[in-house]
């Protein structure tokens, strides 16, 4: 009877050395970040955008029109406010243009960290019964606001082409400042989406960071408006060098290193960057949790 079950066994060790074999190993650095995966489920990214912008606008009276109201609305208040009643310098500009420049990627950049920084809690269901990489769910909420912003910014260019001003070369190095505030975006929402799984706080904590947000960044006002010697503050803030690169880009004048010096420039983006690095290896260390509390 020992001899039987040596011999089956050995079979069964035999049989198991002819299966493939799947060796598990710490990776540590950049590697333990496994952006390949983000590819290799591109798919499955494509999907989550799309169902993100789909499901934004199920069984609204006005559908897609919200994209074009909603910015429209709120430079008409802006403009009375700090165009008419507070006449806020405009750098020579038309306020109307000035401030819908600047108010077109605000609005993409507050949208995106609103949905992706709860995106994790909402995607429950999904996150805990199969397995992808968890970075794919901020990720589509950060790059599903693209659609409301392209919708944006073509009422942004019909604005422009209304007061007769037309884009120069600058307009070129537009995309660059789009992916400074897509990364920006994606970076304080890995943070913040990772932060809510545990403490649910967030979710009420973000609509005052960005409202706190809005008001440190140059959008109904001009940078001009601070004294030199202050503008390194307003350097701290990764989204003044967005807002005033895209002014630069649609409304020409002086580059944008006139208004911000760019070695503060350079400090807002090592910002930027710093914080989606640290962001992405945060979310990676507790992204193993998130099915088990979310």
């Known amino acids: 009877m020992a001899l039987t079950d040596q011999l089956s066994l050995d ?25 390949d995966q983000v590819w290799a489920f591109r798919e499955l990214l494509y999907f989550l955008v799309w169902r993100d912008v789909k499901v934004r606008y199920k069984q609204t009276a006005l559908g897609i029109a919200w994209i074009v109201l909603q910015p429209l609305i709120m430079l008409g208040l802006y403009y009375v406010i700090f165009g008419i009643l507070l006449q806020v310098p405009s750098n020579g500009v038309p306020y109307p ?28 269901q999904l996150v805990t019964k199969v397995y992808f990489p968890r970075l794919l769910v901020p990720l589509s909420a950060v790059l599903a606001g693209l659609v409301d912003f392209a919708i944006a910014f073509v009422v942004l260019i019909a604005v422009l082409l209304s007061y007769r001003i037309v884009p120069g070369i600058e307009i070129l190095l537009l995309p660059v400042f789009l992916l400074f505030g897509i990364l920006t975006a994606l970076g304080f929402s890995l943070w913040l989406s990772a932060l809510n799984v545990h403490y649910r706080d967030i979710k009420h904590l973000v609509p005052f960071i960005v409202q706190t947000w809005w008001f440190a960044t140059p959008v109904m006002y001009a940078t001009s408006i601070f004294p030199e ?66």
């Open 97 to 124: 243009a000035f401030a819908f420049a600047a108010l077109v990627p605000w609005t993409y950049f507050a949208g995106a960290l609103g949905r992706a920084s709860i995106s994790l809690v909402e995607g429950a």
């Open 11 to 35: 079979n069964q060790v035999e049989q198991q050395s002819d299966m493939p074999q799947t060796i598990i190993r710490k990776t540590t650095g950049l590697a333990a970040l496994q952006l």
């Open 229 to 294: 010697s202050f503008r390194w503050v307003l350097a701290l803030n990764p989204m003044t060098g967005v807002v005033e690169g895209f002014r630069w880009a649609l409304l020409g004048g002086q580059y944008p290193g006139a208004q911000l010096p760019l070695q503060l420039y350079a400090i807002s983006v090592g910002i930027s960057i710093l914080v989606l690095v640290t962001g992405m290896f945060f979310f990676r260390s507790t992204e193993r949790t998130f099915a088990d509390i979310v």
